[in-house]
């Protein structure tokens, strides 16, 4: 059997892992070993010149060292026997596992390390240019991703190869004379990010940054992956710190409903007490409303005797008076917690690391509960009914400062 009967006799057992503008990645059995080889597309093969720039990729490829890059081990006449593994496309894998986005720890780390590689392979001065799902390999078993190998070495080939039009390929790739660099892999990666969150409801933290990442102008994309790759990260420490915040005051929430509970239920009626003289003292507790009458602007109560008869005294209810003193009490915390949130949420403190952030986040905490204990001993509010409102206003707040900050 000839040489070429033997190839042709391999590749009638091999099977496709993946794809590029350039190569396919395919399983083959060879004297029942399995391996691994990257081949040239027919249309690839026989451009001018694409041998010596096949011949390149090999030869930096064997120099690159990164656990999400494949591997290069050997050439051969016709292909590149690549990095021994059980692999599958990330589309692929996706439309097998729809359900696999709902595990967001996991999605994150496939997006972390498909931005690692990416930049390292920036550092080292080479480029993806064709970055789709197919061209991305998770294995089988740990799910961690291999990208097949850069395209920015046939760069020269690029209008005979890559295709007039594609989801994933930036616009710059098909103009003529247009600079290609950091921020066509940028776009590129934007839209496989898309593509992952195609499958569930994007989080909010990823929508900008897809936004971002995907603009037609290069210009208005992120500068580099490390900085795409931050902002992604302080998004999650927001989203993080925000939950935190958010779970400790409805944790504290309980805590304040279980002693309001135990030691503020009572059985005995209520007592009449002595109206209030002064009109800019707060009070603590109301037990007798028919000869009362709240100022706007304050807490203070007013002795009005000509003002309340019998028939209004019925209208001046509980939820009345309670809906003023969340009214005050909203106004009042507002107040605080935007001053407070605006000491982590700022620039300076995004640009810090994310120890000092947490220990930062821990400590408005703990200023926003002493403030929430001071206005609810200063104004007489329901604990339960204040920490309601807080924890709807810190979340409030939060969303605000985050939607600020890009």
């Known amino acids: 059997m000839s040489n070429s009967d033997s190839i042709i006799k391999a590749q009638a057992k091999s099977t496709e892992l993946g794809h590029n503008v350039v190569s396919k990645l395919l399983l083959e059995t060879r004297d029942n070993h399995r391996i691994v080889l990257k081949r040239p597309l027919p249309e690839a093969k026989d451009l001018l010149g694409f041998r010596s720039y096949w011949n390149k990729e090999f030869e930096l490829g064997q120099q690159l060292k990164h656990p999400n890059l494949l591997r290069y081990m050997e050439l051969e006449e016709d292909a590149m026997i690549m990095e021994k593994g059980n692999y599958i496309s990330l589309d692929q894998f996706l439309y097998e596992n729809p359900s696999f986005v709902t595990n967001s720890s996991e999605v994150e780390r496939i997006i972390n390390e498909i931005l690692n590689a990416l930049n390292y392979l920036h550092t080292q001065g080479i480029y993806q240019y064709d970055l789709t799902p197919h061209s991305i390999l998770l294995t089988r078993s740990g799910k961690s991703v291999k990208l097949m190998g850069a395209c920015s070495f046939y760069e020269p080939l690029r209008f005979k190869l890559w295709p007039s039009s594609t989801e994933y390929a930036a616009p710059e790739l098909r103009e003529e004379n247009a600079a290609l660099n950091a921020k066509t892999d940028i776009y590129a ?136 003193l969340d009214v005050i009490f909203r106004r009042q915390f507002r107040h605080k917690a935007d001053a407070i949130l605006g000491k982590i949420y700022n620039q300076q403190m995004m640009n810090g690391t994310q120890r000092n952030f947490q220990i930062a986040a821990t400590q408005c905490f703990e200023d926003l509960k002493r403030d929430e204990e001071e206005l609810i001993e200063k104004n007489g509010i329901d604990p339960i009914r204040a920490n309601k409102i807080a924890t709807e206003i810190i979340s409030t707040v939060t969303d605000q400062y985050l939607s600020r900050i890009k």
């Open 189 to 324: 990666v934007g839209k496989v990010i898309e593509f992952i969150f195609s499958f569930c409801k994007t989080p909010y933290r990823y929508a900008a940054v897809i936004k971002r990442a995907t603009k037609i102008d290069p210009q208005n994309r992120y500068e580099s992956i490390r900085a795409m790759k931050s902002v992604i990260n302080r998004r999650e420490i927001f989203r993080k710190s925000r939950n935190i915040l958010i779970s400790i005051a409805c944790a504290a929430l309980l805590v304040g409903a279980y002693f309001w509970i135990s030691e503020e239920y009572t059985d005995e009626p209520m007592h009449h007490v002595d109206p209030v003289n002064n009109a800019n003292e707060p009070f603590s507790v109301i037990e007798t409303r028919s000869k009362y009458a709240l100022n706007e602007d304050s807490l203070a109560i007013y002795y009005n005797d000509s003002l309340f008869t019998a028939e209004d005294e019925k209208e001046w209810n509980d939820t009345v008076l309670t809906n003023k």
